[in-house]
């Protein structure tokens, strides 16, 4: 199994709308996962789900690169569950957005999945697959002149039911 992943996909869509989808924290929210996010170089941010055996639930994240509105870079270092263990380096998540066709290109390269093990390299391979070609083109169709709204009574795909205060949901 790889041990760095590379996805694309093509979303009729303009690059401005993507955009929102990968950096407002509400629609990252919609389609990936309860975060405290912000598209500031520097930014420590966290993604959060229940927790299940071996991990916390956390992921730390760190925004290396914000070029608007065709790049953003960040790292990814999803927390054991054990307070004191010594976590892995983070992995790294480049988003690159390109004007295409009446629409827009979007590539995803994670980098570091060495220091996951093969399940969980591919849990996130289909974890991907799902969340690129099924829930972020949902979460499109609520973007609409640049601002993510969702529609009454919509539910979310994700599962968390602890989602802490001050997070995106």
């Not at 950096?23 to 929210?29: E, H």
């Not at 520097?42 to 299940?52: A, I, N």
């Not at 509105?69 to 976590?87: C, E, G, M, N």
């Not at 009454?152 to 994700?158: E, I, L, N, S, V």
Request: some cysteine.
């Amino acid at each position: 199994m790889k041990k760095e992943l590379r996805k694309e996909v093509w979303f009729p869509r303009s690059q401005a709308d993507v955009w929102v989808a990968l950096t407002d924290p509400q629609a990252l929210a919609d389609w990936l996962m309860p975060n405290n996010f912000r598209p500031e170089v520097g930014h420590v941010f966290r993604f959060h789900v229940d927790p299940m055996p071996g991990f916390s639930g956390i992921s730390e994240c760190r925004v290396l690169e914000v070029t608007v509105p065709s790049r953003l870079v960040y790292t990814w270092l999803p927390l054991p569950k054990v307070p004191d263990a010594t976590p892995p380096p983070p992995m790294t998540l480049t988003w690159t957005l390109m004007p295409e066709e009446e629409g827009t290109r979007l590539v995803l390269e994670q980098t570091g999945l060495d220091i996951m093990n093969w399940w969980w390299r591919f849990s996130m391979t289909t974890g991907w697959n799902r969340m690129l070609k099924k829930l972020l083109p949902r979460t499109l169709k609520e973007i609409r002149s640049g601002v993510f709204t969702t529609s009454p009574g919509r539910k979310r795909d994700y599962g968390t039911r602890t989602v802490p205060e001050g997070y995106a949901r």
